[in-house]
């Protein structure tokens, strides 16, 4: 269980003091945007501060769950974590890295199997609401940035209709 206190220690020393009051239109937008990217990338990897050990102990996790879609999906936990792992991973990787594309890649290969076009896992029955709209909204805007569009609607559809099942007719009149 000591992922995410770990994920938000890193991200923590990562973000901005104060986040903008509009947001871009653009991905990533929730915990940084595609502007901060490149000075993120360049801070995890400058040797100097915590951020280089806490991203190295990031991506050794990430490694070991990146070799297939299945590893992914431990358990409940396992894909709770791997999302923003993932996404952290893809977003502050250097493009240049020949993982960096698995990164997003298993990173949306896990919220689409949480749409219904896809046979659930048998623990994914159990996945609670709220960490599957937080899964949800960090992995698709983490790494849905030039995803086919096909996938990129099927993760919208499946958030907008986890507010209707909880808020019947809340989206009729948007």
């Not at 992995?139 to 096909?150: K, M, V, Y």
């Amino acid at each position: 269980m000591r992922k995410i206190p770990l994920l938000v220690a890193f991200l923590g020393t990562l973000l901005p003091s104060s986040l903008p009051a509009q947001t871009p239109a653009t991905h990533p937008r929730l915990l940084f945007t595609s502007e901060e990217v490149p000075t993120l990338r360049a801070k995890v990897h400058d040797g100097a501060g915590n951020d280089d050990a806490a991203f190295q102990t990031l991506m050794n996790w990430v490694s070991s769950i990146k070799g297939s879609p299945g590893s992914v999906f431990g358990s409940v936990n396992s894909a709770f974590y791997a999302v923003p792992a993932l996404g952290t991973a893809y977003q502050l990787t250097d493009p240049s890295d020949p993982d960096r594309a698995l990164y997003a890649q298993r990173c949306r290969e896990a919220l689409l199997a949480l749409t219904p076009d896809n046979p659930p896992l048998d623990f994914l029955d159990g996945y609670p609401g709220a960490m599957r709209l937080y899964s949800l909204n960090l992995g698709f805007d983490l790494c849905f940035e030039g995803a086919p569009p096909a996938e990129r609607q099927a993760i919208v559809d499946e958030i907008l209709s986890w507010y209707e099942s909880d808020n019947p007719g809340v989206l009729a009149n948007l």
